[in-house]
């Protein structure tokens, strides 16, 4: 029994996704309104930084700024997500300039903290966070879509990262990638059939933090990867596609938002796996 529980697949994917159920449950029992609805998002982070504590051990104190430090960082951007969540109520003007300062602040000390200071390549670094804090936050909160589908686009660019380290064999990477994607499957499975809990900040800076900061990770390592990695960023425009999916077909009309926005993610999913391969198998000196 002690074996069972060991091996990789279960500490990776099935203790996060369970343990991700169930402190969502408790907290959920604690308080089913203002408390409960404000921090259950925050087990994304939890069961992530679970996942990097148990891959890479524990970290240096103090953390060292370096992309081995990715832990420190995640508990770091989980408290400020929690700390955005229990302060901010409403959706004042005030309110929104406070958050998007938090968003564009972490972004930055997430590259000097990931890549040891800033230099040139932190201006395309931000940009590619923009895409995913911005994107989660876009389809998290739509009204058409509901509080799962932004956990559902976090699950499969997390998986499409896992892939893609799988791919090119950076086995601690793909185990980072694997465990977020088990975390936000859980937090998923909440929401399902409708949407019952907040996707707020820390979601959105623990849980798009820790996919940016494994995407800083494989690109130091392999540099061939980076178009796939940019190819995985477009899965978070496939809300966009969505609104415009045609009606022309039979099919289209009878599948539900979440299910259109899985089969239009899936197209640059397909072709980040293909550019990995061709960056892995065709080497360009």
Same mark, same amino acid.
């Given at each position: 029994?002690?074996?069972? !529980?060991?091996?990789?697949? @279960?500490?990776?994917?099935?203790?996060?996704?369970?343990?991700?159920? @169930?402190?969502?449950?408790?907290?959920?029992?604690?308080d089913r309104k203002s408390f409960g609805i404000s921090t259950a998002?925050?087990?994304?982070? %939890?069961?992530?930084?679970? @996942?990097?504590?148990?891959?890479?051990?524990?970290?240096?104190?103090?953390?060292?700024?370096?992309?081995?430090?990715?832990?420190?960082?995640?508990?770091?951007?989980?408290?400020?997500?929690?700390?955005?969540?229990? *302060?901010?109520?409403?959706?004042?003007?005030?309110?929104?300039?406070?958050?998007?300062?938090?968003?564009?602040?972490? *972004?930055?000390?997430?590259?000097?903290?990931?890549?040891?200071?800033?230099?040139?390549?932190?201006?395309?670094?931000?940009?590619?966070?923009?895409?995913?804090?911005? #994107?989660?936050?876009?389809?998290?909160?739509?009204?058409?879509?509901?509080?799962?589908?932004?956990?559902?686009?976090?699950?499969?660019?997390?998986?499409?990262?896992?892939?893609?380290?799988?791919?090119?064999?950076?086995?601690?990477?793909?185990?980072?990638?694997? #465990?977020?994607?088990?975390?936000?499957? #859980?937090?998923?499975?909440?929401?399902?059939?409708?949407?019952?809990?907040f996707f707020g900040r820390s979601i959105l800076l623990a849980g798009?933090?820790? +996919?940016?900061?494994?995407?800083?990770? +494989?690109?130091?390592?392999?540099?061939?990867? +980076?178009?796939?990695?940019?190819?995985?960023?477009?899965?978070?425009?496939?809300?966009?596609?969505?609104?415009?999916?045609?009606?022309? !077909?039979?099919?289209?009309?009878?599948?539900?938002?979440?299910?259109?926005?899985?089969?239009?993610?899936?197209?640059?999913? @397909? +072709? %980040?796996l293909l550019a990995a391969v061709i960056a892995t198998e065709f080497?360009?000196?």
């Open positions: 029994m002690s074996l069972f !529980f060991t091996t990789p697949i @279960v500490q990776v994917l099935l203790i996060p996704f369970l343990g991700t159920i @169930v402190l969502i449950g408790l907290i959920r029992l604690i998002n925050a087990t994304v982070g %939890a069961g992530f930084a679970w @996942v990097c504590a148990l891959i890479l051990g524990t970290p240096d104190f103090p953390p060292a700024f370096n992309s081995g430090a990715i832990l420190s960082a995640t508990v770091c951007l989980l408290g400020i997500g929690m700390a955005l969540d229990l *302060g901010l109520k409403d959706t004042t003007k005030f309110g929104r300039f406070i958050e998007t300062t938090a968003f564009i602040l972490s *972004g930055i000390g997430i590259a000097a903290w990931m890549r040891g200071g800033i230099d040139f390549w932190a201006i395309p670094i931000l940009l590619c966070w923009g895409v995913v804090v911005f #994107g989660l936050q876009r389809v998290g909160t739509a009204r058409e879509f509901g509080s799962g589908d932004g956990a559902l686009l976090l699950a499969l660019a997390s998986i499409g990262l896992g892939l893609i380290a799988w791919i090119s064999d950076i086995a601690i990477d793909r185990d980072l990638a694997f #465990g977020l994607s088990a975390t936000s499957l #859980g937090f998923l499975l909440w929401n399902l059939p409708k949407p019952r809990l798009g933090g820790g +996919l940016y900061m494994i995407a800083l990770r +494989l690109i130091e390592q392999a540099p061939p990867l +980076l178009p796939s990695l940019i190819l995985v960023g477009f899965v978070f425009f496939a809300d966009g596609a969505v609104r415009h999916f045609p009606q022309k !077909f039979t099919m289209s009309g009878f599948l539900p938002p979440s299910m259109k926005l899985t089969i239009l993610a899936l197209i640059p999913l @397909v +072709l %980040a080497p360009v000196n």
